[in-house]
Structure formats: structure tokens, C-alpha cells
């Protein structure tokens, strides 16, 4: 951001995209009574990692002109483990009025998607009694 000074400099973050804009404009007179206009116009985004501290994002513009940025990453957080009981389905006819929970698939395709594994025999069955 050579030429800039922070001032004339803008950023923004929206979710995870980083928004930096800035205008510079300088009106200098020569000797020999010329004017000189320099206008700068700086636009740029970035989108910013998943794992990014998006609180903790600082800017600093360097005496050199260098706009540098600090993203620290969010500390990892341990997949939450979880223990679901086991139940045992009610003998003889008990409870079969009620809808079959869904039961994940252990056989087939091995993708552990959760299925009605109640089969159309067993769903007439229920009707007969």
C-alpha cells in the first residue's frame, strides 16, 4: 500500500472475506507554477480460512508502506464424544403400533446412513394383530 497513508485506507470483514479499499489523492504545485494530481484507487478481497480467530484479525500499515495482516487460526477443538444407550425392543407384539425408529444399516454399503430397516412383512404383521 506504497503511497497510502492509513488514514486513506479501509478494511472490512464480512463473514470470512477480508475487504481492503483506499483512495489517495495529492495536488502539488511545481516550480514553474505546473499542478500535479496523483490519484491512487486500491481494491482488494480475500477470503479469510475456516479455522481463522476472525475476532482477533489486527492491520498494521509499516513505514514502508506494507499493509500486514495478523489471522491467528482458532485453537482445534477435540471431537465431542458421545454415548447413546442401547435399548431393547419390546417381545411379542408390544409397541408396534408405534413408527419403527430409524436404524443405521450395518450391512450393504457400509456408509452408516440411518435407515427404516422394517421390512413390508413386518409392517403388515403389525396390521393382522
Known amino acids: 500500500m506504497s503511497g497510502f497513508l492509513a488514514d486513506e485506507l479501509?478494511?472490512?470483514m464480512d463473514?470470512?472475506?477480508?475487504?481492503?479499499?483506499g483512495k489517495h489523492k495529492k495536488k502539488t504545485r511545481s516550480e514553474d507554477d505546473l499542478v500535479f494530481h496523483d490519484h491512487r484507487e486500491v481494491l482488494r478481497e480475500v477470503l479469510l480460512p475456516e479455522d481463522a480467530d476472525l475476532d482477533a484479525?489486527?492491520?498494521t500499515l509499516t513505514?514502508?508502506?506494507k499493509l500486514c495482516f495478523q489471522v491467528p487460526r482458532k485453537a482445534p477443538t477435540a471431537?465431542?464424544?458421545?454415548?447413546?444407550?442401547?435399548?431393547?425392543?419390546?417381545?411379542g407384539?408390544?409397541?408396534?403400533?408405534?413408527?419403527a425408529p430409524d436404524e443405521v444399516d450395518?450391512?450393504?454399503?457400509?456408509?452408516?446412513?440411518?435407515?427404516?430397516?422394517?421390512d413390508?412383512?413386518?409392517q403388515e404383521g403389525s396390521e393382522d394383530e
Not at 15 to 21: A, C, E
Not at 93 to 99: L, N, V
Request: glycine share 16%.
Open 106 to 118: 450395518q450391512g450393504g454399503s457400509g456408509d452408516g446412513e440411518a435407515r427404516n430397516t422394517r
Open 10 to 12: 479501509t478494511v472490512k
Open 57 to 59: 484479525v489486527t492491520c
Open 15 to 21: 463473514g470470512r472475506k477480508l475487504t481492503v479499499s
Open 63 to 65: 513505514h514502508d508502506g
Open 93 to 99: 407384539g408390544e409397541g408396534q403400533e408405534k413408527a
Open 79 to 91: 471431537p465431542k464424544v458421545t454415548n447413546i444407550p442401547v435399548t431393547r425392543a419390546p417381545q
Open 120 to 122: 413390508k412383512d413386518d
